[in-house]
């Protein structure tokens, strides 16, 4: 069965910081990768997907992520935090017209 | 513009009373769904539709109704039956074909309605 664990519920770290953010899958066939973040009461927004190729991902607002198969990872990261970047993050599988999302990571920034 | 509209974003509902949550998609998306979100549960899928009158139960889909009379409509009615309906309620759509049939296609989400029960 498809399942997605983000094993970190909150995060916290310093404006101007570097930020990852952990996913790892399971599922058994190529994956659809993808994180978005959602900010306090609104929808979520896509900031990055995987579909095949290059492993490294660029997305939206300086994120990217990295597909590692032989660990069944995906994982979300930026070089420096923003403040506006506090929000919670999920990352998805997508596969057969449904999207499994992991339970999601809250990011917390210090000044 | 165009987007996913999610009316209204605060409902309030007694206990023993059905209530319909709205979904709009002016994106031409073959794909709809609905997501039930509680703290540090992630998205729950309620139910999805791939196309006009059709639709599957997701994970969760006892004391929940949907229809499909519409390509660009989605309504969800959240029924007395569902115990515990308190929750953020989460509408999204997708482009279908091939793509999509192997989950490659992303979901648009609208913005959302928060139901509590009093």
């Known amino acids: 069965a498809q399942s997605v664990t983000q094993p970190d519920i909150h995060i916290t770290v310093s404006e101007g910081a570097s930020l990852e953010l952990r996913c790892n899958y399971s599922?058994?066939?190529?994956?659809?990768l993808f994180w978005y973040v959602q900010s306090p009461g609104q929808g979520l927004q896509l900031l990055l997907k995987?579909?095949?190729?290059?492993?490294l991902v660029q997305g939206i607002k300086g994120f990217e992520a990295e597909f590692k198969r032989s660990q069944s990872s995906f994982n979300l990261r930026k070089p420096s935090v923003h403040w506006s970047d506090a929000a919670e993050y999920f990352c998805?599988?997508?596969?057969?017209?449904?999207?499994?999302f992991g339970s999601g990571t809250k990011l917390n920034v210090k000044p | 513009d165009g987007g996913i509209t999610q009316s209204p974003k605060y409902l309030f509902r007694k206990e023993g009373q059905n209530v319909t949550l709205s979904c709009e998609q002016n994106?031409?998306?073959?794909?709809m769904y609905w997501y039930r979100q509680d703290p540090g549960q992630g998205l729950r899928l309620i139910y999805y539709?791939?196309?006009?009158?059709?639709?599957q139960k997701g994970d969760i889909a006892e004391g929940y109704s949907v229809s499909r009379e519409k390509k660009e409509s989605f309504p969800l009615t959240v029924t007395s039956a569902q115990k515990n309906p308190t929750a953020f309620y989460l509408c999204?759509?997708?482009?279908?074909?091939?793509?999509?049939?192997?989950?490659?296609?992303?979901?648009?989400f609208g913005p959302g309605t928060r139901l509590t029960v009093l």
């Open positions: 999204a759509s997708s482009p279908a074909g091939l793509a999509g049939v192997l989950g490659g296609n992303e979901q648009f």
């Open positions: 599922y058994g066939a190529t994956p659809y």
């Open positions: 995987y579909f095949s190729g290059d492993t």
């Open positions: 998805a599988v997508g596969a057969r017209n449904k999207f499994y």
């Open positions: 994106l031409n998306h073959d794909a």
């Open positions: 539709s791939q196309i006009v009158n059709d639709f």
